[in-house]
């Protein structure tokens, strides 16, 4: 049952190549000898005929380290992005080669046709390779699978039945589980048009029935019921495939990795990686310099209203948690009095809280005690976009109490976030805050950042529940 045909992939890629190569000429032509004017006269076609095996080198080298032939493109939609992109990157490379190349300055119109042709020409014959092995394939017996599932999870073995570079045919549906379940599997199956049956000894029934493939798309909960007589069935079946259910573990935005061909699966891995990190970092950068030279008039006359106003420090530091459980001294304007939690311990600020001294108060309303976080951002602690960081004595409250918590530490702590942008701040729902941060996490791109910053500014600093 395959759903990669290896030899498929060869002539695949031995077709793109030769698309490739007969692309190149075929700019070459259109660039000399149509209506293109060609002012310095038509060059020898056989210094462009020389850098075939470049070419050849060049696309196979791109497209196999891309893994444009792998089997986890599972549709042609896929399969063609990852093809495209593979094209501009291999384009690139061949344009730098032949700048440095020193016998013969290329036309430069003869790359531009050739970069702008060869993807959709490569997308088209894969369109005509595809109808005619589907055409070939009419001819072949499909293959009878039989299909053990529980209603929520047929749609994932449709899916992978859709997969399969073979034909095949349902034999039947196997249905597992509650009620609910099979109401859900027989209103799947009549939709398909596949025949369903409702089994409680499974044992027994594959005792007398001959299966030469068997599919298992499982819940979490019924592969555990079913776990000493999945082994007893699967012994007598020559091949299964298992779907297992991944769903119950995955938090962040992580698929199953293969590390020296184990399988692993990183629950708390978020989209913030590689190219996104440096992408974020510069963001930062630019972003806090810039808030300080604009706001540095203001910086100096709050660090001033401050001394004259109230005894105590201008700035005040207070231990958060931060990336990864990291622990750094966050940097606030001092907005109460000096001896503000010496009684109270560590607790939420509340609203017409005594603590706050009178331009504390208004510091906090505004928002504009947090600037000094800036210094944060440029020392690498903190970043502009981010869940709002907390105390570690808070965080070891919540992370008992609401589930996923701990995932909102894969990325850096924000001045700002999705939450509060939303009017999640200071004394609101908790659970609701978690949701937007952890829906930040899992969504995070560099548009998002730059989305939340703008509301952050468009909505101004001042919000009802900041006190």
Same mark, same amino acid.
């Given at each position: ?17 030769? &698309?490739? !190569? ?32 470049? $070419? ?13 032939? =792998? ?6 939609? @896929? ?7 593979? !094209?501009?990157?291999?384009?690139? &490379?061949? %344009? ?10 290329? /036309?430069?119109?003869?790359?531009? &046709? ?32 039989? %299909? ?14 859709? /997969? ?10 196997? #249905? ?6 099979? =109401?859900?599997?027989?209103?799947? !199956? ?7 049956? $409702? ?22 909960? *019924? ?6 007589? @999945?082994?007893?069935?699967?012994? *007598? ?21 293969? %590390? ?18 440096? *992408?974020?970092? $510069? ?16 910086? $100096? ?37 000096? #001896? ?15 603590? &706050? ?49 701990? @995932? ?41 950042? !730059? ?17």
């Amino acid at each position: 049952m395959r759903f990669h045909n290896p030899s498929l992939s060869s002539i695949k890629a031995c077709l793109d190549l030769l &698309v490739v !190569c007969l692309l190149w000429i075929f700019a070459f032509y259109l660039r000399f000898y149509t209506y293109w004017s060609a002012e310095k006269g038509i060059p020898e076609w056989g210094l462009y005929v020389k850098l075939l095996p470049f $070419i050849v080198l060049i696309w196979a080298a791109t497209f196999h380290s891309m893994g444009v032939y =792998s089997s986890h493109f599972r549709t042609p939609l @896929l399969e063609g992005l990852a093809t495209v992109k593979a !094209c501009l990157i291999a384009t690139t &490379v061949f %344009i730098a080669m032949t700048f440095f190349y020193e016998e013969y300055h290329y /036309s430069r119109g003869t790359l531009v &046709v050739f970069a702008c042709i060869h993807p959709f020409g490569l997308l088209g014959v894969r369109s005509l390779f595809r109808k005619y092995v589907r055409y070939q394939r009419k001819n072949v017996e499909p293959q009878r699978i039989l %299909i053990l599932a529980t209603g929520a999870r047929l749609q994932e073995a449709f899916s992978f039945m859709t /997969s399969l570079s073979e034909p095949w045919q349902i034999e039947t549906v196997l #249905s597992v589980g509650t009620e609910e379940e099979h =109401s859900r599997a027989k209103e799947f !199956c009549k939709q398909k048009k596949w025949p369903i049956r $409702i089994e409680e000894d499974l044992e027994a029934y594959f005792s007398q029935q001959y299966a030469r493939s068997l599919v298992i798309a499982l819940s979490h909960e *019924q592969y555990q019921k079913l776990q000493g007589k @999945l082994e007893n069935i699967w012994n *007598q079946i020559p091949e299964v495939i298992v779907i297992p259910d991944l769903h119950v573990y995955q938090q962040g935005a992580s698929p199953i990795q293969y %590390i020296q061909e184990v399988p692993a699966f990183f629950p708390h891995e978020t989209s913030l990686t590689g190219v996104g990190l440096v *992408q974020k970092r $510069i963001l930062d950068l630019l972003g806090a310099v810039v808030a300080i030279l604009i706001f540095s008039p203001l910086l $100096i006359l709050i660090a001033v209203v401050l001394k004259l106003t109230s005894r105590g420090p201008i700035f005040y530091k207070q231990e958060r948690v931060g990336l990864d459980g990291t622990r750094f001294d966050m940097l606030k304007f001092r907005s109460m009095s000096v #001896s503000a939690e010496q009684e109270t311990g560590a607790v939420w600020a509340k609203k017409n809280d005594t603590r &706050v001294t009178k331009v504390g108060k208004f510091l906090r309303a505004t928002s504009l005690d947090e600037l000094p976080q800036l210094l944060n951002v440029l020392y690498g602690d903190m970043s502009l976009v981010g869940p709002r960081p907390e105390r570690a004595v808070f965080v070891d409250q919540f992370r008992h109490k609401i589930p996923q918590y701990m @995932l909102r530490h894969k990325v850096k702590a924000g001045m700002t976030g999705w939450a509060q942008i939303n009017g999640w701040r200071g004394s609101t729902d908790l659970q609701k805050r978690i949701e937007f941060d952890l829906y930040y996490v899992k969504n995070w791109s560099l548009l998002f950042d !730059c989305k939340i910053l703008f509301f952050t500014l468009w909505k101004g600093f001042v919000h009802p529940n900041a006190y």
